[in-house]
């Protein structure tokens, strides 16, 4: 049996929940916004698109986020950093007098307060879930274990101080060989071939010296 580190799970009533129900607020009124820039842009729902991708992506995000997930509480936080930089950049291009863009006090709350609101909240759950992979990873590296060790954190999980027991690896049959290779019979050589007698040459031709002209 095999024991493994896990971190206690996020309590309730902490800064989770604060993100939980921010995040709510900036989907409520992301979908306020967008549904009344289709009005009065004659009713094209393409405008649609991008707020309802973004508002399923906080949504999900933030349910995540409060089982205590790594990566849920990173994906709130990279969203409201990209909010911060779009707004930042509608204010250097409203500069140009040929551009027309006005932050109003809902805009202000929606794109500004609220993303850095939830960066605030989140920030000191992702060290909490770093320090404690790194104290996971080093007892593990002490004990003999494998250096890489994750340390998930949700519900499914047990609480810390609980030995979690791993299922033996199961080996597969054994390889079985099939029957060896039969050889064929050796291949038979014919009877040498037989040379005939050697071809015997008969007497030089004299020429007819006394024969008359």
Known sequence: MTEAIVPARPASGSGLDVVYVLTLMQVAF???AAVGEVLLMGGNPAFLLVPIIKSALLILFAVEA???????????TVLAWV??????????????????FTL???????NVALPIAVIWFCRPHLRAI????KQARA???????????????????PPP?????????????PVVQGPPVVQGPPVVQGPPVVQGPPVVQGPPVRPNVGAPR
């Open 30 to 32: 992301l979908l306020l």
């Open 66 to 76: 409060l089982r205590g997930r790594r990566w849920a509480l990173r994906g709130l």
């Open 83 to 100: 909010t911060l930089v779009g707004v930042a950049l509608q204010l250097i291009v409203g500069l140009f007098p040929a551009v027309d």
């Open 104 to 110: 109003n006090l809902v805009g202000l709350m929606t």
């Open 130 to 133: 770093k320090a404690a992979r």
């Open 139 to 157: 007892a593990a590296v002490g004990r003999g274990w494998p250096a890489q060790v994750t340390v998930p954190l949700g519900p499914a999980y």
């Open 161 to 173: 101080g609980v030995p979690v027991a791993y299922p033996p690896v199961v080996q597969g049959p």
